[in-house]
């Protein structure tokens, strides 16, 4: 029998992010550090695996009989993972990327997925010090040099023009076509999952993803979205984002949208 995302949790993972977040810094503070690849092609440093062990055995102090999925160690057979009704998902790093090219633009980035909902999470992105974070039922804020922003109770002005965030490193044939179909637009590139938190701030409109990602790349910065009144929805079916459902974690096409975008 599982239980629902106890709200005591939530400032503890916030802790848990920063924690890895000061983990990350400290390799980014080196004037150098190695850069492997991955299977798939895709860049991994110290700071992945640093972020990585921080977040996965404080998480196991929390909540020992929750299992964790981590971008870091994803090799969990699905006849095993499909059984979880309840798991931490966790992107210690996201934006390897934008990490390489040291323009602050990555996050550490914990979720907690609730019968294939992505119903809690944390996004911390060290370099710019901010902090986004929300669960469902409880709401969403951002926390900033000692200020602290209620993100579901803002009501930001509706621009005539939506502002559209896309990626700074992953750019799709299929968002050209979708700008297109959008009419008259402002586009703006940012990296990682600062991209949903841009939406849950009031900062952008739209936020279309017209190309592959993987599970543990949105499902936090989601949760926040979501809970800050904003919506994930998958663009072939219109139903909201949903985890752990097949085999693959590749996540379908979707198209994000902020709380103040969707009344207008």
Not at 149 to 175: C, I, N, Y
Request: charged letters at 15%; aromatic letters at 8%; glycine letters at 6%.
């Amino acid at each position: 029998m599982t239980t629902p995302f106890n709200p005591t949790w939530l400032p503890q993972v916030v802790a848990i992010a920063q924690q890895a977040g000061e983990a990350i810094m400290a390799i980014y503070a080196q004037e150098t550090f190695a850069v492997a690849a991955k299977s798939d092609d895709s860049p991994v440093t110290a700071a992945d695996m640093a972020s990585h062990h921080v977040i996965v055995d404080a998480l196991a102090k929390l909540t020992p009989n929750i299992p964790v999925m981590s971008e870091e160690a994803a090799d969990i057979p699905w006849a095993t993972r499909r059984q979880w009704s309840q798991y931490w998902l966790i992107d210690p790093l996201d934006g390897t990327k934008e990490f390489i090219k040291r323009n602050g633009e990555f996050t550490v980035n914990i979720a907690f997925i609730d019968h294939h909902q992505a119903v809690a999470g944390v996004v911390y992105a060290p370099v710019l010090a901010k902090c986004y974070y929300g669960a469902k039922g409880l709401g969403a804020w951002l926390s900033q040099g000692g200020e602290l922003v209620d993100l579901a109770s803002q009501v930001p002005p509706v621009p005539k023009v939506p502002r559209v965030v896309g990626s700074r490193s992953h750019v799709s044939p299929g968002l050209a076509d979708y700008l297109a179909s959008l009419g008259p637009h402002t586009l703006l590139s940012i990296g990682s999952s600062l991209k949903f938190c841009m939406l849950a701030e009031g900062a952008a409109e739209i936020y279309p993803r017209l190309g592959l990602t993987s599970e543990w790349d949105t499902a936090a910065a989601q949760a926040v979205l979501e809970s800050a009144g904003g919506a994930v929805i998958n663009h072939a079916t219109g139903l909201p984002l949903a985890y752990n459902q097949k085999e693959t974690i590749l996540n379908p096409y979707f198209i994000a949208t902020a709380k103040h975008w969707q009344i207008n």
